[in-house]
């Protein structure tokens, strides 16, 4: 679907919102990730397509992207941060099952790291303020500069921010506080995955989703 730039901003340190119009009968569920297509000039090995979880909530009226902007980026980042409004990219459909549960007394543990966050700011931004789902949240940021999204994500959920390493002692003893919780983990694969291990034999495969972003490294 084609679309187009609209805008981009700072959010947090070497963090970038990316916004673009909303094709005609988009729809998605906070969560969930597309496809964006830029063809451009030089484009490297990676190519011109990459995955990303909309961080913009279904409501809004536009279509947001938040990415890092990395010291030596890839071809397709200089693209995008360098696109003027009214540029075209185009867009595919929502995917993805990292989403909310239907039943709203269920207790979430949300788990982000560093860029992991993008999928919790759509998803808090889409709760009306007279949500009172139980959410508990565990951010974990290089540096305090880092955090994006705090204030939409405080209106939902109880969030502890963690500078430098998220262990999976801290996540255990966490959710070991939840009952029966749904525990949702979002960031650089490295992280994603060891995390994963580290609970998957205390909590089944319906209580635990994983959003894996690849290409980052915990060094980033
Ligand atoms: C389901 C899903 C959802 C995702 N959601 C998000 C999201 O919300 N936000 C997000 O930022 N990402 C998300 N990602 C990851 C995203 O698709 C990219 O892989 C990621 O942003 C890295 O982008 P990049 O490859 O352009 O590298 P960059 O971010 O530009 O760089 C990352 C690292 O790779 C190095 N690098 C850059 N170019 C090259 C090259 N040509 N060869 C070798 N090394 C290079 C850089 O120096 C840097 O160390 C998601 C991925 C998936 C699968």
């Known amino acids: 679907m084609e679309s187009k730039f609209v ?54 009226e536009i279509l947001t992207i938040t990415t890092k902007r990395a010291p030596s980026s890839s071809s397709f980042k200089e693209a995008v941060f360098n696109s003027r409004p009214g540029a075209p990219l185009r867009v595919s459909d929502p995917m993805g099952d990292f ?3 239907r039943n709203e007394s269920k207790q979430l543990l949300f788990v982000a790291g560093g860029i992991g966050v993008t999928p919790f700011r759509s998803m808090c931004a889409t709760l009306s303020p007279q949500s009172n789902r139980p959410i508990t949240m565990l951010y974990a940021a290089k540096s305090q500069e880092e955090f994006a999204y705090l204030e939409t994500l405080k209106n939902h959920a109880t969030v502890h921010e963690i500078i430098g390493t998220l262990t999976s002692d801290l996540l255990l003893d966490t959710a070991k ?42 060094k980033e």
């Open 177 to 218: 506080e939840l009952s029966e919780p749904m525990i949702y983990i979002s960031g650089p694969e490295p992280m994603v995955a060891s995390l994963y291990e580290a609970l998957k034999h205390t909590y089944s495969q319906s209580q635990l989703l994983c959003d894996y972003f690849p290409n980052y490294t915990r």
């Open 99 to 101: 989403v909310l549960p």
């Open 7 to 60: 805008q981009q901003r700072l959010v947090a340190k070497n963090t970038i919102a990316v916004s673009f119009t909303k094709p005609e009968n988009f729809t998605y569920q906070a969560g969930q990730f597309v496809e964006l297509t830029l063809p451009h000039k030089q484009t490297d090995s990676r190519g011109e397509k990459r995955w990303f979880t909309l961080s913009s909530s279904p409501d809004e």
